[in-house]
């Protein structure tokens, strides 16, 4: 999901941004985006955060997802079994090289 471009009208500088913060975060609360530039050149964003996360429905979830290909379980596991180490040990025999991670002092 993308998030729509700032307004060119909400543009500022990094002055802007420094010397009208208070102004500018009353904007970020109302709902405005702001582009931030630095000598001209535009650095970043600055958008409201989202206030309440909306829960999707069952049916939008099912037409989502009704184009994605069928998981394949077994070549699933194969690539987990492939790519993850699941070799279990206490970091801390790592880190105190106690264990398997113990100097041989001979």
């Known amino acids: 999901m993308s998030t729509p471009e700032p307004d060119p ?3 500022i ?3 802007d941004l420094r010397n009208r913060s208070a102004e500018i975060m009353d904007g970020l609360e109302r709902g405005e985006r702001y582009a931030v530039t630095r000598n001209g050149h ?3 964003d600055l ?3 989202r206030r309440r ?3 999707v429905s069952r049916a939008e979830f099912a037409a989502v997802s009704r184009g994605m290909p069928r998981l394949d379980d077994r070549k699933y596991r ?3 079994d492939h790519h993850v180490n699941d070799d279990l040990y206490d970091p801390y025999d790592r880190a105190y ?3 398997e991670f113990a100097q041989d002092d001979e």
């Open 78 to 80: 194969e690539d987990m």
């Open 97 to 99: 090289g106690r264990g």
């Open 9 to 11: 009208s909400h543009q």
């Open 53 to 55: 996360r909306r829960a």
């Open 42 to 44: 535009h650095i970043g």
């Open 47 to 49: 958008v409201p955060i």
């Open 13 to 15: 500088s990094q002055r």
